[in-house]
């Protein structure tokens, strides 16, 4: 497996549903090409996103679901027009469910023999997670939407006999939720091949922990630190720190190591398999978690109660390599990191984070300063959870922006592209921007701000606020930083 890792790269930051288009969000469909299409054209070889499951309510793609499922709102209409499998005019008038609907009735009434085989293999290949799901989520559907830990006992339980019964009633819409899931696979394999032929590669983004609410832990309760009725009995998080005085209690349930060790790492052999057979490259969230991860009482309301615990180490990562071959991850190492993290990533080769919007606090030994970066790492001028560049300057006092512009050598009249220059120049072999700081954006803009709840990940750009030359300019500066990736080190 060729690893893009190994090269001088640049890439972008946006996630499918960030988007232009005529739907409520992006979709897999034209735009995302066009998008990739801009990419190339501008030297870029990498698009990094954040999880692709199918989320909750609050539309964190970082509490889904699933770990396998695809989130099926992507799912581009106008690209099952182009398929034949939905008319145009049905199109105009119709919800999406009704669209999805519509699309199975054509595809059940007309498919080929050969689209029929490609999805009889969609069914084979996915079987280990995708006929559990449909199920999951057609009873939650059923139920109104309730967690699964609310519902009757033997629903709850996963009595084969009330589920057999359920199969029965409710089949037609366990099919539908399976259809969809292939519309999605479809066509994300279909962009993925668009990308390679492009030479873009696709940089996914993988959560360690998964929702309380996934058909994940109703399907393995004894994976997860669930009670025999499905509460939770501790919780992840994160400890008190300069940032916070009470830490951070996510809520996600934590893993049982030992009973995962008991199965040679299964659950997590086929987490990987589904994401590497859709990416490229992974960012391995919260990868401290890996070596120590904080576990915090589920009746504690604040992270302090919490205390460190051994997670499994380089025993994982080993029994990946032997299932896998080398890994392309990125480990997510950002806030304290101890020795012991560090040792465990170095170990396996994983490129760490550098941000550079935290680089500017404290003293020389920061290691997100350019000075301090190292070619085993990715550097960013924010992530998805930042204020954009240039909201995060224009929130600055005159002393810190003087901080900045002396750290960097450089005055700060051209922001956000100073910052962006300067994680193209850095050692680090791939630089990542995000689209809100090649468009010049500002704090309206933003992806997410961590601890609140409302009007987050909803933000998208449109297609004028892409400058006339754009791609042409930054060709020309990512090939003066080596960054075009034609095997480059």
Not at 183 to 203: E, M, S
Request: glycine share 8%; with cysteine; hydrophobic share 40%.
């Amino acid at each position: 497996m060729h690893n893009p890792l190994k090269e001088r790269r640049a890439g972008v930051l946006l996630h499918p549903t960030s988007l232009p288009g005529k739907s409520g969000q992006g979709e897999l469909g034209p735009a995302a090409r066009r998008f990739i299409d801009l990419l190339a054209d501008a030297g870029f070889t990498v698009w990094q996103m954040l999880p692709l499951g199918p989320p909750h309510a609050d539309r964190s793609p970082y509490q889904c679901l699933s770990v396998h499922a695809g989130n099926v709102e992507l799912v581009s209409l106008e690209d099952l027009v182009s398929d034949g499998w939905l008319a145009a005019t049905f199109m105009e008038g119709a919800s999406r469910e009704e669209c999805f609907d519509k699309s199975r009735e054509v595809f059940e009434r007309s498919a080929t023999a050969t689209e029929k085989e490609v999805y009889r293999e969609f069914r084979e290949m996915h079987a280990y997670w995708l006929e559990d799901y449909v199920v999951y989520q057609a009873i939650r559907c059923v139920l109104g939407n309730i967690p699964w830990h609310q519902w009757p006992i033997s629903l709850r339980n996963r009595e084969e006999a009330v589920l057999k019964s359920f199969r029965l009633k409710y089949h037609a819409q366990i099919e539908q939720g399976r259809f969809e899931q292939f519309l999605f696979f479809k066509q994300w394999a279909a962009l993925r091949c668009y990308a390679h032929g492009r030479g873009v590669h696709l940089f996914g983004d993988m959560p360690i922990y998964v929702a309380h609410d996934s058909a994940d832990v109703w399907l393995n309760r004894e994976l997860f630190s669930t009670d025999s009725n499905g509460e939770l009995e501790v919780v992840g998080g994160v400890p008190p720190d300069y940032f916070s005085a009470t830490g951070q209690r996510w809520g996600n349930p934590l893993y049982r190591w030992d009973s995962i060790k008991a199965e040679d790492y299964a659950w997590w052999l086929d987490r990987f398999r589904t994401q590497l057979a859709m990416f490229d490259i992974i960012r391995l969230d919260h990868f401290r978690g890996f070596e120590k991860y904080w576990e915090i009482p589920a009746s504690s309301k604040t992270a302090v109660e919490g205390h460190w615990v051994d997670g499994p180490g380089a025993e994982l990562f080993l029994r990946l390599e032997q299932e896998f071959g080398e890994l392309p991850l990125v480990a997510e190492d950002l806030g304290l990191i101890t020795p012991e993290v560090d040792a465990l990533r170095r170990q396996f080769g994983f490129p760490g984070m550098k941000i550079l919007q935290f680089a500017f606090d404290g003293g020389p030994d920061n290691p997100y300063l350019p000075v301090n970066h190292e070619p085993l790492s990715v550097v960013y001028t924010g992530t998805h959870d930042n204020d954009t560049t240039l909201g995060w300057y224009e929130s600055l006092d005159s002393e810190r922006r003087q901080a900045v512009s002396a750290a960097i050598g450089q005055p700060l009249d051209d922001m956000p592209w100073t910052l962006n220059r300067v994680a193209f120049a850095s050692v680090a072999r791939l630089a990542v921007i995000p689209m809100q700081d090649l468009l010049g954006l500002g704090s309206e803009s933003r992806m997410n701000t961590p601890g609140t709840g409302d009007g987050n990940w909803c933000w998208r750009f449109d297609w004028p606020q892409v400058p006339a030359g754009f791609a042409r300019q930054l060709r020309a500066l990512l090939e003066q930083y080596k960054r075009t990736g034609n095997g480059q080190s």
